[in-house]
């Protein structure tokens, strides 16, 4: 009997490389999908007809019981979340709602579906914030300095305390910034290599940028989702940081991203615009440890920043060039 796993936020970047990753194990993939009135499926349109869609909403307890019950998943990726951090500001008790009591909601669901469903919370390098201690690992305090940042310490700890009280087998991965050509838009990464692709083919001449020199640990999201998956697979449940243990600073991602389409004046082509990007409170410096998952998981990071790069620009510049044909 093939295994089956239920993957809320299955349209997302993520969810897409995992359901991916899965299909390959040979599991049984469900997808957790909202009822919204324009249908964005475009991450998983091409394994859509090997996975299974079901509705619910990581606000209604019921949808989230009733998806557990008629699919009987033996594990739950809880990657389902509001999960940009700008946003987090304008939406604070909406993201408060999703990516915290959301958390609350899955976990009590399995309570009453069953307690041996395995959990993976998605958890975020966004918790540590102001970073105490370098680089962060998992015993390093968190400061979170977002709405967002702070509902996913509670669905972080929310993780732990049912773990503790319960017996679920529950896992958090403490995941730091982790790309890749199915990055939304608006994230600064994906808007670099987006518009570097378009000044490469004559379709726009400048990219607004906010501040740039904030550093961040960036990885590749398909790398990521394996280390998911390794958590749920052994013997005891416990929290992990992932993470490539390097950052770069937004500077550098955008001058490696000219390099690919062999521009070296970058700063002719950026139109900084801080005010326009500005955050109430800013997170300027994440590096993570990731020494426990390499030792306990045998997992670590095969993407370079470099390759990570150049994987985005290659792909928005081919996406860019099918939207003219």
């Avoid at 469903?117 to 102001?130: D, P, R, T, V």
């Amino acid at each position: 009997m093939a295994k089956k796993a239920l993957i809320t936020g299955i349209t997302g970047q993520d969810g897409s490389y995992l359901a991916e990753f899965l299909l390959k194990k040979g599991y049984k993939v469900y997808g957790l999908t909202r009822r919204t009135s324009t249908v964005n499926f475009e991450r998983i349109k091409h394994i859509e007809d090997q996975i299974e869609l079901i509705q619910g909403d990581l606000l209604d307890q019921g949808s989230l019981h009733d998806a557990l019950y008629t699919t009987q998943p033996e594990e739950v990726y809880n990657l389902g979340a509001q999960s940009f951090v700008k946003t987090s500001w304008n939406q604070p008790v909406l993201t408060g709602e999703v990516t915290a009591i959301g958390v609350t909601r899955m976990l009590e669901a399995i309570r009453a579906v069953n307690l041996k469903i395995k959990f993976y919370q998605a958890s975020s390098s966004e918790m540590f914030g102001k970073v105490t201690e370098t680089p962060q690992k998992e015993t390093t305090r968190f400061h979170p300095r977002s709405p967002y940042g702070v509902a996913k310490v509670y669905g972080h700890y929310i993780t732990v305390n049912y773990r503790e009280s319960y017996g679920i087998f529950a896992c958090s991965g403490i995941c730091f910034n982790h790309e890749s050509p199915r990055r939304g838009l608006e994230f600064v990464t994906r808007k670099i290599s987006h518009g570097v692709a378009r000044i490469s083919l004559g379709k726009q001449k400048k990219i607004e940028l906010g501040d740039l020199k904030p550093k961040r640990d960036w990885g590749f999201a398909g790398d990521y989702v394996e280390a998911m998956w390794h958590m749920l697979q052994q013997d005891e449940p416990d929290d992990y940081v992932i993470a490539t243990g390097e950052n770069h600073s937004v500077e550098e991602f955008v001058k490696l991203a000219f390099d690919v389409i062999g521009i070296k004046n970058w700063q002719d082509h950026v139109e900084p615009n801080k005010e326009a990007h500005m955050r109430p409170a800013e997170v300027d410096y994440l590096v993570g440890d990731y020494s426990k998952a390499k030792k306990v998981l045998g997992w670590e990071p095969k993407t370079s920043f470099k390759e990570l790069v150049r994987m985005m620009v290659e792909a928005d510049i081919e996406m860019e060039k099918k939207n003219h044909s």
